[in-house]
């Protein structure tokens, strides 16, 4: 409320003192301030990347913004003082009436401007630990914080919105009077909403960094998601257990997997970021959106996004719920929500960081990618290799790789391809989507016995395999018996699910599905989780509905499918938040 106060009575302020100048000296005055506001809403980024941002990056884009208006205004006054009489023949109630006008819009753009700057500081908030997941919430300047972390989808305004109207007039002039041929250089499609933009780039605790440069920031991974998943409650063991959570209608679930470079560092040399830090741009229905993140990827269980956090997680250094860790590698992942015909265009990272999609990447959100994945650099066409077996999308058989082919549904060695082990023929489906005897993904259970009979809704008897990729089943019971890496497996099964594998061009790729068979109750039960279309080689796949941990115990086949590049080796084998890596060169897939 202050902060509006004072912005309130700096208006009233300038436009007396524009009105006892009289109608002349204001009428110029504003056309003055209309063209410094041009000036500086399409040169300030421009003056903070090439000139401050070295210096004083926190306060770069506010200098700028002030600067950029200030010195023109200054400077065209003066020459006005020198050139342009002052004098006219209008009575003064007309004169000092008229002069108002002209002084109130002039004031008015003018404490816009200064609102604006203000606001590119670094005030962040402050979140007092009352035990609740948000507890009180202060900070900001004289208190006006835009971004509320109890209410992140709402922003707090100020009175009369002086800011706003200067940012609306703005983006008029560069469409029109200031406006050029480039539909993509004027203010509104290259800032659809500055203010809300600014709001969730300062979702963050006072202290912590919110300027980075444009350079700092860089996309190696895009990609779409089936689900994302909300993390409910904190079990015994010190998991979260975590919920699918579908897109809403007209929307659909992506990511992007950002490195960062550059410096980052809060004061107490921490390096935070938000989810709501993180915006893509891109358009729908022709209108230009700016979503921020939504979700982010869980460190305990890399297979999921989770929505929603709870206190606690100490790698992750939750505050107030919301704020986060940057990892020591540089590198998050958050994923979007954004509408299904939505074509992206570039990732921006607190306040000046921006990095621009490629084409294939585009591609990769909007369906129109040929192939390829959207993790693995530079993918290479299948290779010769008797070791080794071509993508089943191919319609080549299976060869030995890593201990030989599966018999029926023994599955007790690892093997490239996209043949299951036995025909499905009677089953349950969640999802499913089934052609010519073909999976292209979905949930399937059954009994096992049923299996025999007659079709009733299938057969399916492969696993669909993108264009460019290989399949590889990795079984977790026993890949080789006493080998390492079979009792690594062997053990991975009793932890949680968050297996990844590392191809030999350093690619990590999660697992796109999983296939089981085991004894629930009286009766052999298959699950199979298959969703080869996220992207970038899969890793969110639904759960099992019938088949638990318990389950899993004895008499019980596992397998784990990963989607890799054609003629890529999987060389590293990870089993989740221990950080456990197995070298696989050996095993030769």
Not at 116 to 138: K, R
Not at 293 to 303: M, Y
Not at 494 to 505: F, G, M, P, W
Request: aromatic share 8%; proline share 5%.
């Amino acid at each position: 409320m202050l902060f509006s106060i004072l912005l309130v009575g700096f208006l009233g302020a300038a436009t007396y003192m524009q009105a006892i100048q009289g109608v002349t000296s204001a009428a110029i005055t504003c056309v003055m301030v209309v063209v410094s506001t041009a000036i500086s809403f399409g040169t300030y980024e421009y003056v903070a990347e090439s000139f401050l941002m070295g210096s004083a990056p926190e306060y770069a884009y506010a200098l700028a913004l002030a600067g950029t208006f200030a010195v023109p205004l200054i400077v065209l006054r003066v020459l006005m003082d020198v050139v342009v009489p002052r004098s006219n023949l209008l009575p003064q109630v007309i004169d000092r009436g008229v002069a108002g006008v002209f002084g109130f819009f002039g004031a008015m753009l003018t404490t816009g401007i200064i609102a604006c700057s203000i606001q590119m500081l670094p005030w962040g908030v402050v979140v007092a630990d009352t035990g609740d997941n948000i507890g009180e919430v202060s900070g900001g300047f004289f208190g006006f914080r835009r971004f509320n972390p109890k209410k992140p989808d709402e922003q707090n305004e100020l009175w009369l919105k002086p800011d706003r109207f200067t940012i609306g007039f703005a983006e008029m002039l560069s469409v029109n009077t200031f406006g050029g041929s480039d539909e993509e250089r004027t203010l509104a499609r290259h800032q659809p909403d500055l203010l809300r933009d600014l709001s969730w780039a300062h979702s963050l605790p006072v202290g912590a960094r919110s300027v980075v440069k444009p350079e700092d920031v860089k996309v190696v991974d895009v990609g779409k998601l089936n689900y994302f998943f909300s993390t409910t409650t904190r079990l015994a063991l010190g998991r979260n257990k975590a919920t699918p959570v579908d897109p809403k209608a007209g929307k659909m679930f992506v990511y992007a997997a950002l490195e960062l470079s550059g410096e980052m560092n809060d004061v107490d040399d921490k390096k935070r970021f938000s989810a709501t830090c993180i915006r893509i741009v891109g358009e729908s229905k022709g209108e230009r959106l700016v979503i921020p993140g939504t979700a982010l990827i869980d460190p305990d269980d890399p297979s999921h996004y989770v929505v929603e956090w709870k206190p606690g997680n100490a790698d992750m250094e939750i505050v107030a719920g919301k704020v986060f860790l940057i990892p020591l590698n540089n590198k998050i992942e958050v994923a979007f929500e954004v509408p299904e015909d939505f074509k992206p265009q570039e990732i921006r990272f607190k306040i000046g960081g921006r990095a621009k999609l490629s084409s294939s990447q585009i591609a990769r959100i909007t369906g129109d990618a040929t192939g390829g994945s959207a993790r693995a650099a530079n993918p290479r066409p299948a290779k010769a290799d008797p070791a080794r077996s071509a993508s089943s999308s191919s319609g080549s058989q299976p060869q030995k790789s890593g201990g030989g082919r599966v018999s029926g549904v023994a599955f007790r060695s690892s093997r490239f391809g996209g043949d299951l082990p036995m025909k499905l023929t009677s089953f349950r489906q969640v999802d499913a989507e089934i052609q010519s005897g073909v999976l292209e993904q979905g949930l399937l259970t059954g009994k096992v016995a049923d299996q025999t009979g007659a079709a009733k809704n299938g057969p399916v008897s492969k696993l669909k395999v993108p264009k460019g990729k290989a399949l590889l089943q990795l079984n977790v019971k026993s890949l080789h018996a006493g080998s390492l890496l079979g009792k690594a497996l062997n053990f991975a099964v009793k932890t949680v699910e968050n297996y990844t594998i590392e191809d030999d061009q350093g690619n990590r790729i999660l697992a796109c599905g999983k296939y089981a068979v085991a004894k629930v109750g009286d009766e052999q039960i298959f699950e199979l989780s298959y969703y080869p279309t996220f992207e970038s080689g899969g890793g969110r796949y639904k759960p099992f509905s019938r088949i638990k941990s318990q389950h899993l115990k004895k008499d019980y086949q596992l397998v784990y499918l990963f989607l890799i590049d054609s003629g890529r080796q999987a060389v590293k084998f990870s089993t989740g938040a221990k950080k456990r890596t197995i070298d696989l060169r050996k095993e030769n897939l």
